[in-house]
Every structure is written in C-alpha cells, then in structure tokens.
C-alpha cells in the first residue's frame, strides 16, 4: 500500500517515475492489435473457406477455432470489468486524497479512506477493516447519528422537532444502527470507488433492510412504525422511491464522509480500552433493546385493553406508560 507524503518528503526511491503510457496501456494496444488481426482472420476465412464444402475434420477445426473467440470474448469481457474497477479505484483514491488535504474554513475535510485503511493497518489497530468491534462501534455510533440527522430533517421539513428514538433509553435507533453496520459491511469493499457505487449499493440494500424491518415488526408486534402509503412509488407503504433515493445520498454521505470521520476519532482509542468500550456498550444495547421489547409489547396490550397478569407487568406499567411511550415513538400504530 503506497504512503502519501509531499513531494519534499519522499525518499527518491519511493517516487513515483513520471509515466506518459503505463504498461497496462501498452498492453491494452497490443490486444486491440490483436483484435484488428482477428478481423482480418475473419475476413480470410469467410471468403476462402465458408463458400467450399468443408470436410469433417476442417468442420470441427473451424469450430475449435469459434469456440476460442468466445472464450477469448469471455475473458476480455471479465478484463474490461477488472480493469474499469482497478481505473475507478486508482482515480477515487487519489481524488479522494486531494479532497482530504483542502482547507475549508468551518468544517475540515474528511480524512480519505485509503488513508484510514493504512493508518489501521500500521498500528495493529484492534478496529480495522470491518472487524466485528469496528462493525459493532459503528451500529452504535450510527444509532445515534441517525436519530440526530432525521430529527435535523423533521425540524427543516416540518417545523417542529419529534422523537425518532427507537429505545426507551437515550436517543438511540437500533434500526439505524444496524442499517450502518449493513452498508458498511456491504459497501466496504467500495469505499475507495466513485460515489455512484455507494448511491447504486446504498439504495437498493437500505431498501430491502427497511422492507424487512417493517414486515418483521408488523408481524411479531402487530404495528407499524411508519407508512409510506401516502407517498407515490412505494410498496405496500414499506418503502417508496424517494426514501430510497435518500438512503442512496445517506449512503454516499456515510461511507465517503461520516465514516471515515469516524474511523479517525476511533483510531484514537487505545487497543486495550476500545475493546472494553465495546463490549460495554454492548451490554448496555442488548439490556436497552430487551427492555424496549418488553414495554412495546406491554404498551400493545394495554392498547388492546389487556391488563396486567402479575406484579412484573404492573410495574412495567408504571415504568412505561402510555404517555412516556408515545414520546419516544411518536409514529408509533398499532393494528
């Protein structure tokens, strides 16, 4: 992996020669070269040959011969897709890069993900690549990161700030937190590509995540957090085109800025303590979404005039009234 440093700072044996044509260039004129010859091969056979009847043996030679252009074609094919990929890579990490080192008056750029990915790897850092303490201080943070941003968007679009929580403690969204986790892991390997990799992959993923969660809650709670029935392009209500275009800009914003601001303030844990941490927060997400398990539920019999069977589900009353509960799910329908 290449460390980028000034100009100044780099030793002469680590810099980069300047290069008018690549050898993968050269090579890729050489093939069209070779292209053009089977063209002409081609040309050749189909006047001198096709017109005659062949025999047998030059039958199946000729089908041979047919056989290697289309596996030949197959391999050109898979090349072209490689080497489109290896072009977008090299072009965004360097973009990237350039990004990173721009002085901006308010808000510092966003270190670049190549960047990130060398300083993990240097350090033996216990969070590297998407390790399951990365991927779980991500479902964390983007818990609530989340919750911050629709509550920004419900203020700009509605005038007026609502709880968009999913536990019943702290202003924490497990769907949210998961979704991060998800795209991270989905499109962690395109981190270092151009965006519309992370729009095209955001999009799709994030929708059928948010199709499934709402089926799954309806169908273990019997209610529905949200509904798109009322907005054009959805499906059953679930999901629709513009919250999925959304997800796509989330998604973009979250792999080739949120996170690698977050993967810098992570860094600076120390091994032994980040480890810690997460397990910790782990305890803490797992008793947080159990006990919300338990007081939607409660709060879905009381809805449906159950009372309570014993001493547990009274003080689950007390503790989780209706009242507390609308105020952190405020979209909250129960069927």
């Known amino acids: 992996m290449i460390e980028y440093k000034t100009k100044d700072e780099q030793p002469e044996a680590e810099k980069v020669p300047p290069l008018d044509i690549t050898e993968f260039e050269s090579k890729s004129i050489e093939l069209l070269d070779a292209v053009s010859g089977v063209k002409n091969e081609l040309d050749e056979v189909c006047t001198e040959v096709f017109p005659t009847e062949l025999t047998e043996e030059e039958g199946e030679e000729l089908q041979k011969r047919i056989d290697s252009y289309k596996r030949g074609t197959a391999n050109l094919r898979k090349a072209y897709i490689q080497s489109l990929n290896v072009s977008d890579e090299y072009s965004t990490r360097w973009h990237d890069l350039k990004r990173s080192k721009r002085k901006r008056r308010f808000i510092p750029a966003a270190p670049a993900n190549s960047t990130i990915d060398l300083s993990e790897e240097r350090s033996g850092y216990f969070a590297k690549g998407k390790n399951i303490y990365k991927l779980l201080l991500i479902c964390y943070a983007g818990s609530f990161v989340g919750v911050v941003i629709e509550l920004i968007w419900c203020l700009l679009t509605r005038g007026y700030l609502e709880s968009r929580a999913g536990l019943v403690y702290g202003p924490f969204n497990l769907l949210y937190g998961v979704g991060a986790m998800a795209i ?36 273990v709670l019997g ?8 907005v054009p392009f959805n499906i059953n209500g679930r999901i629709c085109l513009l919250y999925s275009v959304m997800w796509g800009f989330l998604g973009v914003l979250w792999i080739k800025d949120l996170y690698p601001r977050i993967s810098a303030l992570m860094l600076r844990i120390p091994n ?19 006990v919300s398990m338990i007081a939607l539920y409660r709060w879905s019999q009381r809805v449906n005039g159950i009372e309570a069977s014993n001493a547990f589900w009274e003080w689950i009353d007390v503790r989780f009234p209706n009242e507390r509960m609308e105020g952190v799910y405020a979209n909250m329908e129960f069927e």
């Open 272 to 290: 032994k303590a980040g480890k810690i941490i997460t397990w910790v927060l782990t305890v803490f997400f797992v008793f947080n979404f159990v």
């Open 184 to 219: 991270t892991a989905f499109l962690y390997r395109f981190r270092n590509h151009s965006k519309w990799y992370a729009f095209i992959g955001s999009m799709l993923f994030a929708s059928v995540l948010e199709y499934f969660c709402s089926w799954g809650m309806e169908f």
């Open 223 to 230: 209610s529905r957090a949200w509904d798109y029935s009322m």
